[in-house]
């Protein structure tokens, strides 16, 4: 695997898009990075020749489209793009309004397609490169309370599954990166929305237990940012990474409950579900 890679990376300016974004500048290779917020980003990791910081708007596609020229003009090439820009739209679903819903999907969604259709042409042309994808483990398994966040990781999943099939003969994979709890702001208020719109009463105990426990959590969580961002460039600098990189001890037990939850419901309907086909 080349050792000269360009990295083009959403979200840099702090969590688990900082940690890899330094982390890379460390060993050498040059990171074209993005946020919305250009000075945190540029407090965040310093001054560097390998460095270019990027203020972005994924939801606009020809600021996308200018991104993705301006590191290619200054690194004259680029191999691995993470979409690793979203946040958490956490609570119950009546209680969350068709705004919030839409804007959820327009930053993990949309914003991920505008990068992946603007990156596509460098890729192919080269005829290598990483689309790694930031999905969660709630893109496998969506945990009651988090409808919303769900259905933008599980679209980000079924979007990267179906994607490296039609990319893998140009030479590009795709990785939907999984990740559990790891200790970064993402459980913070100014990072997901907790608070309903429309407050319903039978969901009042339910939501109050909810917002407690993320409290509780936000900081304590069991993942280690950098030894999750060393499992991922690894995956990116495997000649054949994984499709589906699951990241923490808690993602493995969440995927393999609901591998054995699936086989359970295909085992015992198996004998009605078979026998749809015409005569």
Do not use: C
Not at 192 to 202: E, K, N, T
Not at 216 to 225: I, K, V
Request: cysteine-free; overall charge negative.
């Amino acid at each position: 695997m080349r050792n000269n890679l360009v990295w083009f990376i959403t979200g840099a300016s702090k969590g688990m898009g900082l940690t890899l974004t330094k982390k890379l500048l460390g060993k050498g290779f040059k990171v074209a990075a993005t946020s919305r917020n250009i000075e945190l980003l540029k407090e965040g990791v310093g001054e560097s020749e390998d460095f270019l910081p990027i203020k972005l708007n994924l939801s606009d596609e020809e600021d996308v489209k200018q991104a993705i020229a301006q590191t290619i003009s200054k690194f004259g090439q680029l191999h691995v793009v993470v979409n690793n820009a979203g946040y958490g739209q956490i609570g119950y679903f009546e209680e969350i309004s068709d705004a919030k819903t839409r804007q959820n999907f327009e930053v993990n969604v949309f914003g991920t397609f505008n990068v992946v259709r603007q990156v596509l042409p460098q890729l192919r042309k080269q005829r290598f490169g990483r689309i790694v994808n930031f999905s969660s483990t709630a893109g496998f398994y969506g945990f009651g309370g988090s409808s919303i966040y769900a259905a933008t990781k599980f679209a980000v999943d079924g979007f990267s599954e179906s994607l490296s099939q039609d990319v893998e003969p140009f030479g590009v994979r795709v990785i939907a990166v999984k990740p559990g709890y790891f200790r970064t702001s993402f459980l913070s208020e100014e990072s997901i929305g907790i608070r309903p719109d429309i407050p319903i009463d039978d969901y009042k105990q339910a939501r109050e237990a909810q917002i407690e426990a993320i409290q509780q959590y936000d900081r304590n969580q069991p993942g280690d940012p950098e030894k999750g961002m060393d499992v991922l460039i690894k995956a990116v600098q495997s000649e054949n990474p994984p499709l589906h990189l699951f990241l923490g001890k808690d993602a493995y037990e969440v995927a393999e409950q609901k591998i054995l939850n699936v086989q359970k419901d295909l085992n015992e309907w198996r004998i009605h579900g078979t026998t749809t086909d015409f005569d």
